[in-house]
């Protein structure tokens, strides 16, 4: 029942919540004409302004108006941590009720990427996940999904760079707060706007089966990634308690549909921890379960999080792995996780904050 959960704080439209159409809406019925709509969203989306006070294309009046009647900001900058190479940035956000949460930075060479976190918590409960073991505090709303990406686009911009794509893989579950994820990367995914193109958005999900069915028959096209981990039914359920209620064959089963409809390629996510999801029998077994699907998996080594005796697979152990499922002819990539000097798995940075600083 949780996923009804989400913060207003003034029980009135926040600017960043509302869809393109809404906010024409919004504007004719204040009394003005529908191309004010497009003068804001563009200035919004595609200007990176941060007030009403810098959009001069709209009158002093209209400005005044908007401050009044529709808020603009949700988040607050906490903190901001910075990896030694300057290539990965972490930042703490604040929200309006005083909660916190955390979105992720990555530079690359040809690309940059936002790690957005969707809710405040997560009621998941994966065994190896921080954010997961402090339990769930809330849905965020579209505006604050959005308001992490806006605020990394700004910080590019000012390097000289563009925000090219975006992973839902920060604190929460996307599919437990399906519809403000959805409008989020709707309004991202606008040409007039931050024009992110849909194929570089990743929806990540430990395999809740109702959302992958939805996002199924979505008109947006955009990247699954199934936070799989294991093969094994029975180790999973212990993993990924999720398991329980959405159990790995009909999981697959409804990857494979989700292929068949969009003919899209899954990718699946495995965290390799030494001595428990990693042995030779689990590749197999992996390799046996998704053999012939069109799909990537992609192996990442666990980065070991507080009062965890767990530790990552070693390097050999990962190759190992690695090579039992290509000679099964299932693509697979060993992905390094970025920023480990920062603390950036999911869930430390607010942690830390909540206990030590
Ligand atoms: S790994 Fe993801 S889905 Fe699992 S508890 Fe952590 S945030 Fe939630």
């Not at 003005?32 to 002093?60: K, N």
């Not at 401050?67 to 900001?73: D, M, V």
Request: with cysteine; net charge positive; proline share 4%.
């Amino acid at each position: 029942m949780h996923s009804s959960i989400s913060y207003d704080p003034m029980n009135e439209p926040q600017l960043l919540d509302l869809a393109f159409a809404a906010l024409v809406d919004h504007l004719v019925d204040l009394g003005e004409p529908r191309y004010r709509a497009a003068q804001l969203w563009r200035a919004v989306y595609a200007d990176l302004v941060t007030s009403y006070e810098a959009i001069t294309t709209l009158p002093q009046g209209l400005r005044t108006k908007l401050e009044a009647c529709l808020p603009w900001e949700a988040l607050m900058c906490a903190q901001s941590h910075a990896s030694a190479d300057g290539r990965t940035t972490k930042v703490l956000w604040k929200l309006q009720d005083g909660e916190t949460i955390e979105s992720v930075l990555m530079r690359y060479d040809s690309r940059a990427t936002a790690c957005l976190s969707t809710q405040v918590g997560c009621a998941m409960g994966c065994q190896f996940c921080d954010t997961g073991q402090s339990g769930f505090r809330r849905n965020l709303s579209i505006g604050e999904i959005i308001g992490q990406a806006l605020a990394h686009a700004r910080t590019l911009r000012d390097e000289g760079r563009r925000l090219s794509n975006i992973v839902f893989m920060g604190m929460g579950e996307p599919m437990d707060n399906y519809d403000a994820t959805l409008g989020t990367i709707r309004t991202m995914n606008d040409p007039k706007g931050m024009g992110i193109g849909a194929r570089a958005f990743t929806l990540s999900t430990v395999g809740i089966i109702p959302g992958i069915r939805r996002l199924a028959n979505e008109s947006i096209q955009v990247n699954l990634a199934v936070s799989l981990h294991t093969a094994d039914n029975q180790l999973r359920n212990s993993l990924v308690p999720a398991n329980r209620t959405h159990p790995l064959p009909k999981l697959l089963d409804a990857c494979r549909a989700y292929i068949e409809k969009t003919h899209r390629r899954v990718s699946f996510e495995v965290a390799l921890i030494a001595g428990i999801n990693d042995s030779i029998d689990h590749a197999r077994q992996m390799a046996k379960s998704l053999r012939g699907m069109l799909c990537h998996v992609n192996l990442i080594p666990f980065n070991t999080i507080r009062k965890s005796a767990w530790k990552g697979s070693d390097v050999e152990q990962i190759h190992r792995f690695k090579s039992i499922l290509s000679d099964a002819g299932i693509p697979t990539s060993v992905r390094q996780s970025r920023g480990e000097d920062i603390r950036a798995a999911c869930g430390q940075l607010r942690r830390r904050d909540r206990t030590s600083y």
